[in-house]
């Protein structure tokens, strides 16, 4: 099962190669010229070169070529030379409608499942453990579950690891701190909230302070028994706040390691290291150099051991390496990390490279990098008062503007507080989620609270009322389950939006090729506006004809399943009414 372009491709590429033309170039895309046509090739104008004609001629050429084929009799209704030979094509509506029968009776879609036998590790998330999560946080979350959701479609075997920092000096600061206060009882969230900032304040300051932070740090990673278990308490404490979070967010983590998971690999790691002369003494410290001679900006070495013996942020992502290809086997490990973090990554990839951990042809290492979401004056995004926004109170906020939208639609009325709360909090977190979606992942974007909750516009709440709008369709209409789609029957009102569900398996591909979920929300919502428009334009419960309205009910219904399943991609809960 593929696509409609997929499908035309094909036969084009037969016809190329009958002509001798360069198969690559048979390519057919969605015509972007509206009425004129629905299709177009503009191979014959890439191939002139080769074969020596005028564009117009190579056209004309394949044109002849595709008529003589008598089984593409019944596909075109119309394919002629446009301009200076660009190639236009209309389909017969049969050949469209025999399509989304197709798409519709396929189990996914058209989407094939290419991932099937491969694992596929995503790292996303990244809280640190004791500091506020903030909104970096939220979006590696939010398109890094959203990836999750794309890669397990597409048949994959994901592992999401949420790879926590619960390794580096602020362990040991707050480690120094409890001691410094000679505390030993039970750690509590406040506690920690309180204690990591005033730890990291005096650590700034004082020189002695941070001294003795990075030295309980070490004795932490050298496995000292009562800074360990200490250790473990604050840990075990803060995760617990953590997954609250990420329950109201609706994001999925299948394992809950972090950076420590990496320890017991460090040893070995390093000793091999230096015993084949990748690691140098430096100043102290041991390094990895990891620049290559075509460099076209300086890349500095990694730095494997600070000269107190404890190790970095480097350190574990190469060790963590180490565990997930031994524990997984993954063919593919995804990074959704702060696009600033980018040369970290180089460091790394290039350093297990060179060290013959991770071998290119065994598994792809790829740094899906997202952009910063700023505040209305164009700078990371910060609470009123220039502090760190809190998850928690950013999904609060979002879900008391959720509530007063709802009002103002004069939505979920006739529902009680429970179903209404619940109704909330299904729109805030849409909204959350598709304004950050939305935007290519490597820019950066403005956080508009007003904006991304309104119920029009590209939005998260606009597609849950769509997507509810046709499920009371289709239920005003009696139809709870499939209804057979043998009956479809498409003219000039429903063409356009046969042709978009025609469209949905070269949307995900590129969604999956470019881990770039805004690809899907691009679709989403011009497939919601576009039932919006074919919904105003013609009669469907009303119809009088049976035929018709069978046939445009499908349409419905194929409509909502992918507008449904795309939601469900993105992470996003369509609630039952609204
Ligand atoms: N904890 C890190 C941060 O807050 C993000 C971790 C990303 N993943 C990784 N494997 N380094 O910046």
Known sequence: MSSLCEHLTKIFETVFEQLELPRANAKINVSKQGQN???????????????????????????????????????????????????NITLNDSFIENHIKEISNDKKYGIKESGEGQNIVLDYGGPNIAKAMHVGHLRSSIIGDALRRIYKYAGYNTISDIHMGDWGTPMGMILSELELMGFDGEITMDMLAEIYPKAAAACKE?????????????????????????????????????????????????????????????????????????????????????????????????????????????????ATIIDRIKTYNPSKIIYIVDQRQHLHFEQVFRAVHIAGIAPKDKVDLVFAGFGTMNGSDGKPFK???????????????????????????????????????NVAHKVAIAALKFADLRNDRVTDYIFDIDRMTSFEGKTGPYLLYQAVRIQSLLRKAGIENQIEINSLKIDDIDRDIALLLSEFPDHFNNAINQNSPHILCDYAYRLAQE?????????????????????????????HKQLCLILELLGIEIPDRM
């Open 531 to 559: 039932f919006s428009s074919f919904y105003g334009n013609c009669h469907i419960l009303s119809e009088p004809d049976k035929k018709i309205k069978t046939s445009r009910l499908a349409l419905c219904q194929q409509s």
């Open 383 to 421: 609470t009123r008062a220039g502090g760190v926004m809190r998850l928690s109170d950013l999904i609060s906020m979002a879900k008391e503007k959720a509530t007063l939208r709802l009002n103002e639609a004069a939505l979920a009325k006739d529902m009680d507080e429970l179903e209404r709360k």
């Open 206 to 318: 004082d020189e002695k302070r941070l001294a003795l932070a990075r030295e309980a740090t070490r004795k932490l990673q050298e496995g000292d028994p009562t800074y360990t278990q200490t250790w473990k308490k604050f840990i075990d404490v803060s995760i617990e706040g953590i997954k609250k979070n990420f329950d109201a967010l609706g994001v999925h983590f299948d394992e809950w390691k972090g950076e420590s998971d990496a320890h017991p690999y460090i040893t070995d790691m390093i000793n091999d290291l230096k015993r084949r002369n990748l690691a140098i003494e430096s100043d102290g410290a041991l390094i990895m150099p990891v620049s290559k001679e075509d460099d076209k900006k300086e890349i500095p070495p990694l730095i494997l051991l600070k000269s107190d013996g404890a190790v970095l942020y480097s350190t574990t992502d190469m």
């Open 37 to 87: 046509c629905q299709f177009q090739c503009n191979g014959a104008m890439a191939s002139a070169k080769i074969a020596r004609k005028k564009p117009h001629d190579v056209a004309k050429d394949i044109i002849d070529q595709v008529k003589k084929n008598t089984l593409n009799k019944d596909i075109f209704k119309e394919i002629s030379i446009g301009g200076p030979g660009f190639i």
